[in-house]
């Protein structure tokens, strides 16, 4: 399991990181929206002001424990991260109200097609996320798609190998 959580920490920071590019790019030096930067590291980015600027990190925590870390600190994590959003985008953040993020999405999503495009960035890494922790509550540790060699034990009377 240690590998399997390497490798999602590894998923992990790298979406991350192009979420916060996609936020980044999104801003517009101050012109554009904050919407991104609102959505992309909640929980943080409702109580911090830079708190945009940790999303590497918190994705890549969040793929540790996705891919073979706690399943309560998977589960935890996502839930808060989803409360989270929809809690900012009502309420707002540390730097704009919600009427702000709101107003500025409307105008730069007109202007700029790319920070639409992001959104699909966004929306996929959630979907696959919450596809894979759906699983992980599923099936236990295991996953129908990776058999790893601990999980094959040998039957001790027979020498047989044996699913646990």
């Known amino acids: 399991m240690a590998a399997a959580g390497a490798i999602g920490a590894c998923i992990g920071f790298a979406y991350?990181?192009?979420?916060?590019?996609?936020?980044?790019?999104?801003?517009?030096?101050?012109?554009?929206?904050?919407?991104?930067?609102?959505?992309?590291?909640?929980?943080?980015?409702?109580?911090a002001r830079h708190g945009p600027l940790l999303a590497p990190v918190w994705?890549?925590?969040t793929g540790w424990a996705i891919g073979g870390g706690s399943r309560r600190l998977m589960i935890a994590l996502m839930a808060v991260h989803a409360?989270?959003?929809?809690?900012?985008?009502?309420?707002?953040?540390?730097?704009?109200?919600?009427?702000?993020?709101?107003?500025?999405?409307a105008f730069v999503s007109q202007r700029i097609p790319d920070v639409?495009?992001?959104?699909?960035?966004?929306?996929?890494?959630?979907?696959i996320a919450w596809s894979y922790v759906t699983l992980r509550v599923a099936f236990g540790t295991r996953t129908p798609w990776r058999n790893d060699a601990s999980d094959i034990a040998a039957d001790p009377g027979t020498g047989a190998r044996r699913l646990p």
Not at 18 to 30: I, Q
Not at 32 to 41: D, F, L
Not at 87 to 100: H, I, K, N, P, R
Not at 116 to 127: E, K, S, W
Request: net charge negative; charged share 5%.
């Open 16 to 47: 991350g990181c192009a979420l916060l590019v996609w936020a980044f790019w999104s801003a517009g030096f101050g012109h554009g929206t904050y919407v991104p930067a609102a959505i992309i590291c909640a929980p943080i980015s409702l109580i």
């Open 59 to 61: 994705w890549a925590v």
């Open 83 to 105: 409360a989270s959003v929809g809690l900012s985008l009502v309420t707002g953040t540390a730097w704009a109200s919600s009427e702000e993020l709101w107003e500025s999405l």
């Open 116 to 127: 639409r495009r992001g959104f699909t960035l966004y929306l996929a890494g959630q979907i």
